[in-house]
Nanobody, 117 residues
Framework: QVQLVESGGGLVQAGGSLRLSCAAS????????MGWYRQAPGKQRELVAV?????TTIYADSVKGRFTISRDNAAVYLQMNSVKPEDTAVYYC?????????????WGQGTQVTVSS
């Protein structure tokens, strides 16, 4: 079992930057894929970025060139640059023991990101 705790959300102006962190505890050696999802009010949850053990990264088209996902042994990060109002959402991290492009094994509680115009 893996427990995840996100941090780093907040209010940021359009064009600014924010760095989200997700700390993992528990059975961290089992983690393969780590990712970030987001859900805006009235919208479906969407995958933002994934990083698989070994370094393969995948990004949603809407964030390519602006967001960067990275990881270390027990955490995953999302560097958000040039943010836009449409990036406003609750951001969730998720991990999976499989080398999957859609990690769904364990979830964090979410952190709110609000981008003002």
């Amino acid at each position: 079992q893996v427990q995840l705790v996100e941090s780093g959300g907040g209010l940021v102006q359009a064009g600014g930057s924010l760095r989200l962190s997700c700390a993992a505890s528990g059975s961290i050696s089992s983690i393969n894929a780590m990712g970030w999802y987001r859900q805006a009010p009235g919208k479906q949850r969407e995958l933002v970025a994934v990083i698989i053990r070994g370094g393969t990264t995948i990004y949603a088209d809407s964030v390519k060139g602006r967001f960067t996902i990275s990881r270390d042994n027990a955490a995953v990060y999302l560097q958000m640059n040039s943010v836009k109002p449409e990036d406003t959402a609750v951001y969730y991290c998720a991990v999976d023991p499989r080398p999957t492009t859609q990690p769904l094994g364990s979830w964090g509680q979410g952190t709110q990101v609000t981008v003002s115009s």
